[in-house]
């Protein structure tokens, strides 16, 4: 998902991100989450999941726990604006299936 935030909340987006409490792990066909900062794009920021299959992310986002995870509250007691309100618009999901992958194996 590509995420363009505000530049007035780069902070508290990197913050919220890194202190989230994540349900991610408790979904089937979950393999990986990772938050990506462009490098050559300001404020711009990638959400990169990756699912076992099309399916289990279809469950995920049907699934009580993307619910308490994606909940706009703001439970920390700060001043801390929403994610949604931290954004210059709304996300924008992308999605992509693998053609080829090239792995490092590390040997023992």
Same mark, same amino acid.
């Given at each position: 998902m590509v995420l363009q935030v505000k530049a007035e909340h780069t902070d508290d987006f990197k913050n919220v991100w890194k202190s989230r409490e994540s349900h991610l792990k408790e979904m089937p066909g979950f393999v990986r989450f990772a *938050? *990506?900062?462009? +490098?050559?794009?300001e404020h711009k920021y990638? +959400?990169? =999941?990756?699912? /076992?299959? /099309? /399916?289990a992310f279809r469950n995920w =986002?049907? +699934?009580k726990q993307f619910s308490q995870s994606h909940g /706009?509250?703001?439970t920390s007691g700060d001043k801390r604006p929403s994610v949604g309100a931290m954004l210059e618009g709304p996300p924008s999901p992308e999605f992509y299936q693998s053609v080829t992958i090239t792995e490092c194996s590390i040997a023992n």
């Amino acid at each position: 998902m590509v995420l363009q935030v505000k530049a007035e909340h780069t902070d508290d987006f990197k913050n919220v991100w890194k202190s989230r409490e994540s349900h991610l792990k408790e979904m089937p066909g979950f393999v990986r989450f990772a *938050l *990506l900062k462009c +490098s050559n794009v300001e404020h711009k920021y990638i +959400s990169q =999941t990756t699912w /076992e299959s /099309e /399916e289990a992310f279809r469950n995920w =986002t049907q +699934s009580k726990q993307f619910s308490q995870s994606h909940g /706009e509250r703001n439970t920390s007691g700060d001043k801390r604006p929403s994610v949604g309100a931290m954004l210059e618009g709304p996300p924008s999901p992308e999605f992509y299936q693998s053609v080829t992958i090239t792995e490092c194996s590390i040997a023992n």
